[in-house]
């Protein structure tokens, strides 16, 4: 952006900022960092909770036979893990992000609604509540899979208005957040800022809340309808009063089609701001990074129809979503190779976020590539709802989304806390993770070729021995996380003071403009951007 | 439990390196393939499969070579000095003309495989699958044949929270007491529909997988190449046995299909209702006829068969079943209260909860499953008759 000038001034508010302490502090909190840190401390609550969850899965899956759970409680797990990973970890993860930085990088005081900002994080966590207490009523949690298809989801008691109660929060609580963040990236931005010299991360929100404000009411939507044919009698989806379960599956999809990008594309943004800073040398396309995120932002409407190849549409109905589908991978491989042309003949240093960006590349690229072949309907049909999607699905979502978190983290902890990580340490947890990762994973892609469904308690002998792998690797990559747990608080705790800018490459407003850890007030008065 | 599923974890792991380091994959157990099509349609998917996953393998090594290439060559500690180039149209434009040739290239041939899967016109034989919870019901449209297909797999292999299971089937969890059975080289039309919630008929060997929904009626077809047996599951998640609702398939030649058609419907002379159960040697006497009048016991015997085969999964073999997902029938004021409404609630289900219709139980099974419930454990109720049943029906 513009030459490494320290605005000093800003240093000394932090003496006479004017802010309650103690919990009150972080109830009525209207700054952007508090309600950044917050979100992420909770994010990483819930991805512990989530984990869990997943540990007994794979616990159960370890041999075929039922050892530990009943199949319902079962199915609750596979659930409520898809949803608090998905709403409870992933999600709230970037808004955190988001608070924390956009404001910095577009020169801006603050979010444009604080007090707005305030609410958005304290109806996470009510709906958090709803959705791990509802294991704890009579009938369990809900146990119809996290796409909460009816008929099933009919049959079963209050956990089923629970979760809907807590999706319905979730959702006003994105869109309340989405409308912030848009309002901040189109007002708020420092003198000379244009839209084009935004950094990607931003770019990237700015494309993720306007799809959030496009499908979260449409998830509202479709819940309540569940909701109604519940208890007052409707049919949306019941065939004998004249309505489809189909329906609900397309209304779902339309939502959770562009779900998985609200998830993937602050990632790009992250990944794009730390390839350049440890390859020392500028992005190789930054607007045809922004075109690229843009097409993909509007092709995810148009392909929902890839998660229904079996439920028997017509011929043309399977080509279209087949076409459109394949059609996304076009502007992903662009974003790849820019991000392999922005890596050459660079001048590179691996440390940890580089190292988490690297594997998040590879990984993620190979989440791409199953989701092609699950992009070509016939291939679809042999290997719909079985291991090779969750495969597929954790290939983004774990080492795509989860792992650019990681980096994101420990590339801003310094600014974030003023201190350095254990870079040691850091890299440990990425080397154990990516194992652990891959070998929970990897087998998966087997075990679906092979015909093992998903959502099963119980299994085949012939599944046995990939299952078992699989099983292990889950149990590295799970403790392995403790090992993150240990770094951050680690790092605050040190007393390894951390330069405004420890990364050579790094030229965004956040470490040129601010020094670390940034105080709580920044750009009062905006930067002037050259 | 923890420190021994540590031990068990150990005591599997061992061998398992062993295999891997030896170079074991080629064994079955360590399968990575797709399994081995026996159908057009399969043999299609799997070379598309095989297809797709060259070419990303191809440019996945092309790109990450690269990728790595630039790792050793570009890193500071070798000395390298960042260039500064960026923004090139050319490249630009190289790199995204030619992913999409490549996409265009793929879509060709899946498209017509996609038209082929999709014409489930001009069948030899049409079978109706309904899907229930946790059941298959075949229906041989032409033959009149009509039977349930449910797991074979004894609990007893199933269920090891208290002590080690017993030692498993081979075919555990993919074994049924009555597979469908088609003839090689016909074509099969399927017409796959549910009673009560989404399941989903998959069998990977035959390239089907096809959600049956309540309400309304897909097709889909598939035609066996040659002779065997095909195991596939269902689908779709659709409550608490969703894993252990199997699906069999035994393709015969058609002559032997011809007289296993015969047997069937000599088990059933009356096409119109040519409904069986599960349990097949002593529940197919139920089947026999349903206007003679049952002594209590042979009622109770049979009624037993059924229970163990429809409902021991909510309800459970002790009738405790798991309040309070699922109420307890010994002792319930159903189950020991007035024959009408418990063959009604059994015959029609109960709207918005698991209890589902089971209609499609003959009148003396349905008759025997009440009659077992209203006199087994501790209750004492008396017995219900065919006719009952059949007058409930009507009713
Ligand atoms: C410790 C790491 C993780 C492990 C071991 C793990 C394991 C699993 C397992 C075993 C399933 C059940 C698959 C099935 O039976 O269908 C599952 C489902 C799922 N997981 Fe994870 N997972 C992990 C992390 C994550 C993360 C970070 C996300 C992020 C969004 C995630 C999202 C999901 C979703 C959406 C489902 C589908 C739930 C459903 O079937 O309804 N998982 N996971
Ligand atoms: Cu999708
Ligand atoms: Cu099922």
Redesign the pocket.
Known sequence: MSAATHAQDHAHHDDHAHHPTGIKRWLFTTNHKDIGTMYLWFSLAM?FT??VM??L??AE?FQPGLQFVNPEFFNSL??V??LV??FG??MPAWVGFANWLIPMQVGAADMAFPRMNNWSFWLVVPAAILLVASFFVPGGAAAS???LYPPLIIQQGISIDMTILAVHILGASSIMGSINIITTILNLRAPGMTLMKMPLFVWTWLITAYLLIAVMPVLAGAVTMLLTDRHFGTSFFNAAGGGDPTMFMHIFWFFGHPEVYI?ILPAFGVVSAIIPAFARKPLFGYASMVYATASIAILSFIVWGHHMFTVGMPAAGQLFFMYATMLIAVPTGVKVFNWIATMWQGSMTFETPMLFSIGFICLFTIGGFSGLVLAITPVDITLHNT?YV?AH??YV??SG??FSIFAGIYFWLPKFTGKMYSEKLGKLHFWLSVIGFNI?FFPQHFLGLAGMP???PDYALQFAEWNMWSSIG?FI??FS?LLFLYNVIECIRSNRKAADNPWEGADTLEWTHLPSPAPYHSFETAPVVK | MGLDMIRKTIRNAAPAVAALVMGATANAAYDVDILPPASPIAQQIYDLHWAIMWVCIVIFVVVFGAMFYSIFKHRKSAGAKAAHFHENTTVEVIWTVIPFLILVGMAYPATKTVLEMKDASNPDLTIKVTAYQWAWEYDYLQDGVKFNSLLATPRAQIEEWQKKGEAKNPDYLLEVDNPMVVPVGKKVRLLVTANDVIHGWYVPQLGINQYGIPGFVKDTWFKADKAGTYRGQCSQ?CGKEHGYMPIVVVAKAPEDYAKWVKEQQAKNPQAAAPQQVAAAAPVAAVAEDPSRKWTADELKAAGEKVYAANCVACHQATGKGMPPAFPALDGSKVATGAKGPQIALVLNGKQGTAMASFSRLTDAELAAVITYTRTAWGNKAGEVQPSEVKAARKG
């Open positions: 991805f989530g984990g997943a540990l899965i794979r899956l596979t659930t893990h898809g990973m998905v970890a992933i899979g996290w796409t998830m291991y969750v699905f954790h979502l774990v989304a989860l929970a998903r959502r099963i889950a990559f799970g996380q | 998640i």
